[in-house]
């Protein structure tokens, strides 16, 4: 049986001396609107009560952050018990979206939510609490017989671990719409992990109430205040450093026509902590379109540092365009580029990709290198060419002295295009379609990539793709090989993204990770 999700709310009771703004009832309910009298739940705890109002809501998700602010005045003469009549205000949301409710507790009173909170709820609800709190005296573990109710006590950890398995539970129940009821102090807190933690894909929907301190006869005029002040970005990365890897340890596939005198690989999907099917494990991008969050990719990032030996220095990827421009380190960055060059030290350059080939440059004559992203459009607009043309103008490089490394990418077997745009390929060379008659040719975007740079003067044999038998690969078609590379065309919109990476040694750097002198998949 499906079960309708609801509006995620954080109810942080920071303030008992202060009404909430009754709520409205007019419900969605396929595609028509209508009046009808809300779900109502009460929370009780001793002698005071408190009523939370959910509205059930139809499928749908959320593809936008949304910020919405509205402030619920103080009222001195409600005294906390008060509370028991009111209904909260109505979520802001779009119509057909599935949502939760949360209650934040962090801030609340020491009043402990009794057994009848959630008797009449029928919603997933999630509690945030300052403190463990035992489930046998609560009672919120003991939903209505045939209720699809559940309850979440987020009550161990820190702040950012909470938040943390908060969005876990979200993601598995594949609900993105939240409501946060808080203190204007409470809303600072909360916004600064939700920054760290959460991406555009999530709705939140902040209602904030003027009063920041609580008093409550039922506890003797106290409250929790612990939630933390100090930076969450520390303390969610602090965190996230100490999670296990995921899909085994991290590997990574090196050439073994780059010199030592560089350090290099392709990333594969082990090893890191994202935990999205499409994503896990070790996603290097992230993207306002997915749900895995700025804070966990620059974990991932951090630990490939760490193995493949360039950490602390942070990768520079390249900001995709589909084109063909290339940044030359040292002039103004451009708004976008598919492809950068350098001569300098101490910056790593990275080239991602999820189908699209990540491409590495290496000259150990002049000592220059270059990243470069090539997708099907970016291969016919020549990013690969355009990457060597500005290392042998910039930099004084020859095409002959320049070698090319072209790391895990979709395949022939797997990537098809329309006619019209196959026939680009076909110009480039005939075998770059194999079956041009077909209404969905198969274009090999790898061959194209060859003979434009054999074109422009790269030798033959300074190509390491999947053409190269002598030595080990480098260049596995990523659609095919769903244990072990991230793919647009298998996983969809929601894909993670794998990276070639490059960097220049310092002189006297030792020469890297144990598998470069394989050119295989090695362990840390």
């Known amino acids: 049986m499906l079960v309708p999700r609801f509006a995620a709310c954080f109810w942080c009771f920071a303030n008992f001396d202060s009404p909430a703004v009754n709520a409205g009832a007019t419900l969605s309910s396929s595609g028509s609107s209508r009046r009808r009298k809300p779900t109502q739940m009460r929370i009780s705890s ?22 919405s602010f509205s402030v619920i005045p103080p009222d001195k003469r409600a005294p906390c018990r008060g509370y028991k009549d009111r209904a909260l205000p109505r979520a802001q949301h779009t ?11 962090t801030r609340c009173c020491r009043c402990s939510p009794g057994a009848s909170l959630l008797q009449e709820a029928d919603s997933h609800v999630f509690l945030l609490c300052g403190a463990e709190r035992d489930r046998r005296e609560n009672g919120l573990w003991d939903p209505s017989p045939g209720s699809h109710r559940s309850v979440h006590v987020l009550d161990s950890g820190s702040t950012a671990e909470r938040l943390y398995r908060l969005k876990r539970t979200l993601d598995e129940l594949d609900l993105s719409a939240v409501r946060v009821l808080t203190t204007a102090r409470g809303r600072e807190v909360l916004a600064r992990y939700q920054e760290t933690l959460f991406t555009a894909v999530y709705t939140f929907n902040y209602d904030v109430t003027q009063t920041d301190k609580v008093t409550c006869s039922d506890c003797c005029g106290s409250a929790h205040t612990d939630s933390p002040e100090g930076d969450a970005e520390e303390e969610v990365s602090a965190f996230l450093q100490q999670l296990p890897a995921l899909k085994g340890d991290i590997r990574t596939l090196r050439s073994t026509l780059i010199p030592d005198c560089f350090g290099h690989g392709f990333s594969t999907r082990s090893g890191g902590v994202s935990y999205i099917p499409t994503l896990s494990s070790l996603n290097l991008f992230s993207s306002s379109r997915r749900r895995d969050p700025r804070a966990v990719v620059e974990e991932n990032r951090r630990r490939l540092a760490v193995h493949a030996g360039f950490h602390p220095i942070p990768l520079r990827l390249v900001k995709v365009n589909h084109a063909s421009d290339v940044w030359v380190l040292g002039k103004p960055e451009p708004e976008s580029y598919d492809s950068m060059v350098t001569d300098q030290t101490g910056v790593v350059l990275a080239g991602q990709g999820a189908d699209c080939l990540p491409i590495l440059f290496a000259d150990p004559v002049k000592k220059v290198i270059g990243a470069a992203h090539a997708g099907w459009r970016g291969t016919l607009m020549g990013v690969a060419t355009a990457t060597v043309d500005a290392m042998v103008t910039n930099f004084g ?21 329309d006619r019209e745009q196959a026939a680009d390929f076909i110009s480039i060379h005939p075998d770059c379609v194999p079956d041009p008659e077909s209404a969905k040719p198969h274009v090999d975007i790898l061959l194209a990539n060859r003979v434009l740079l054999q074109q422009r003067g790269v030798l033959p044999e300074h190509i390491h793709d999947n053409t190269e038998t002598t030595r080990p690969p480098v260049t596995p078609c990523t659609s095919c090989n769903p244990d072990d590379f991230f793919s647009h065309v298998r996983d969809g919109i929601n894909f993670g993204t794998q990276v070639g990476f490059l960097w220049i040694k310092e002189s006297g750097e030792q020469a890297g990770a144990p598998e470069s002198q394989t050119g295989q998949q090695g362990g840390p």
Do not use: H, K, Q
């Open 46 to 67: 001793g002698r005071a009560g408190f009523p939370v109002w959910a509205e059930r809501r139809g499928a749908g998700s959320s593809s936008a952050a949304r910020w």
């Open 95 to 105: 119509a057909g979206e599935r949502m939760a409710v949360l209650l934040d507790l």
């Open 397 to 417: 490089c020859r095409y002959g002295d320049i070698v090319v490394a072209v790391g895990p990418s979709v395949g022939v077997c797997c990537f098809t295009l």
